[in-house]
Nanobody, 119 residues
Framework: QVQLAESGGGSVQPGGSQRLTCAAS????????MGWYRQAPGKQRELVASITSSGATNYDDSVKGRFIISTDMAKNTVYLQMNSLLPEDTAVYYC?????????????WGQGTQVTVSS
């Protein structure tokens, strides 16, 4: 069974930092593009950042220069380091794993973790 186990969500003040962790199991990690998505109330789920097995990264413009996505290949784990957090970053964050060649049938999601930026 495929599982994406997320941790690291919580409440933080504007300007603060938070690190999200996603530990994947049941997949061949190098065959997947890993990503973080987020969904704010009343909004569509959007891609925040992604990373390939070769280390290529992609960021939404709203988080460039503030967020860093990285992986630990040996641990099948992907991280999202979030710095200089803004109230607009408040959302449920989801870990995603998408197979390079079978994305329609092998596209997996974590349960989501709430990140709240306030005060």
């Amino acid at each position: 069974q495929v599982q994406l186990a997320e941790s690291g969500g919580g409440s933080v003040q504007p300007g603060g930092s938070q690190r999200l962790t996603c530990a994947a199991s049941g997949i061949i990690f190098k065959l997947f593009v890993m990503g973080w998505y987020r969904q704010a109330p009343g909004k569509q789920r959007e891609l925040v950042a992604s990373i390939t097995s070769s280390g290529a990264t992609n960021y939404d413009d709203s988080v460039k220069g503030r967020f860093i996505i990285s992986t630990d290949m040996a641990k099948n784990t992907v991280y999202l380091q979030m710095n200089s957090l803004l109230p607009e970053d408040t959302a449920v964050y989801y870990c995603n794993a998408r197979h390079y060649f079978a994305s329609a049938s092998r596209n997996y999601w974590g349960q989501g973790t709430q990140v709240t930026v306030s005060s």
